[in-house]
């Protein structure tokens, strides 16, 4: 399968290729689903989840399919209440030190604190039923200081002052007392389940400088791998961060992370050449390209592509794919075309 083999940096033949949010708004096969169930249905009623999981696999010709589910579930076990309205809303939010006391740690059931999120089981097993055996699998998780923020602040955008004062103040530790075993087991529940790695989104990652990032962030993601890696040696396990930088990058060393995500702010050959030796690449074209006008879509991606093509880079550890999500504004035509002009552009490698 050329997504695993890409993860383990030695696939030989065209690149495989998925989007962040691949099934999502833009596309009409979600607004059909969409339009006759709730958010929260669509992700906790494992039949919907696959039905929406394979539907952007069979347009659009993606190599590997990814669980529709939302990262906030674990927030939702904690006993911040959860709904979309119709972005995500929590009950309440992590304001004080005494808010620590308001979460709720699942009790453990086997063994693992994750069963609330069974539901994401469910429905990997029967994505996983269906699921030709050319295509990957991922389940996915945020990350520690990207849920922290959500904690907080509600959400990723802005300056995130609250988060960041939280830091130093005592949330931040005591929520990751409650977060990191809850976390660390969902994603042995999705591994467990049939994905073939999981990811961990760290969409906060580069609202933080390094050094900050270094101190705070590292040593949370370091926990939660340490803990998923002892259950689940052999899952690989793709980390995404956005804003950060190769001063962040530098501070993973020695995290058990097979693959690094990067955002489209940065020249796809310099990451190959200076971080992939020591993980396999995802990313990283720019989202907003396949909002653009068709000709204009297909102008800048096939450029892109073929300076790839040409550049000599080591392109056996590389998954192709957005530097962040599909946005709504997405047009289906440049996805399919995107697609097609991977195919035809690197189709060629290993024969």
């Known amino acids: 399968m050329i997504f695993t083999d890409a993860l383990n940096r030695r696939n030989p033949a065209r690149p495989p290729v998925w989007f962040m949010r691949q099934a999502g708004r833009y596309h009409c096969h979600y607004q059909a689903i969409r339009a006759r169930h709730s958010f929260m249905e669509m992700c906790k009623n494992p039949q919907l989840a696959r ?7 069979e347009d659009f ?22 709904d979309y309205v119709p972005g995500p809303k929590l009950g309440w939010h992590l304001k004080t030190r005494e808010d620590l006391r308001r979460l709720t740690l699942p009790a453990a059931t086997n063994g693992a604190r994750a069963g609330f999120m069974e539901f994401q089981a469910e429905a990997l097993k029967v994505i996983a039923q269906r699921l030709p055996t050319t295509k990957g699998l991922i389940g996915f998780v945020g990350g520690p200081w990207t849920l922290f923020c959500y904690a ?53 990652g580069g609202e933080v400088d390094a050094t900050t990032y270094a101190k705070h962030v590292v040593p949370a ?42 955002d489209w702010r940065h020249d796809l050959r310099d990451v190959l050449r200076d ?8 990313g990283n074209m720019d989202p907003e390209w396949i909002t653009l006008p068709e000709a204009q879509c297909e102008e800048k991606t096939r450029a892109w592509f073929e300076g790839i093509a040409a ?41």
């Open 51 to 57: 039905d929406i999981t394979f539907g952007p696999l």
């Open 61 to 82: 010709g993606f190599d590997a399919a990814i669980l529709f589910s939302d990262l906030l579930f674990p927030l939702e076990a904690l006993g911040m209440g959860l």
């Open 152 to 204: 907080v602040d509600g959400s990723h955008a802005g300056g995130l002052e609250d988060s960041k004062r939280g830091l130093t103040d005592g949330r931040y530790e005591g929520f990751l007392e409650a977060l990191v075993p809850l976390l660390a087991d969902n994603m042995m529940l999705q591994a467990r389940a049939g994905a073939h790695a999981v990811a961990l989104f760290d969409t906060c």
């Open 221 to 262: 993601l370091r926990m939660v791998l340490e803990r998923f890696r002892a259950a689940c040696p052999e899952t690989p396990v793709i980390y995404y961060s956005k804003k950060t930088d190769p001063a962040h990058w530098e501070k993973l060393e020695g995290l058990p992370i097979q693959c690094l995500g990067v």
């Open 275 to 282: 971080f992939g030796r020591g993980y396999a690449i995802q």
């Open 311 to 351: 550049s000599g880079a080591d392109l056996s550890g590389w998954i192709c794919g957005l530097g962040h999500g599909c946005t709504p504004q997405a047009k289906e035509a440049n996805v399919r075309r995107v697609i097609q002009l991977q195919h035809e552009i690197f189709g060629g490698r290993g024969q």
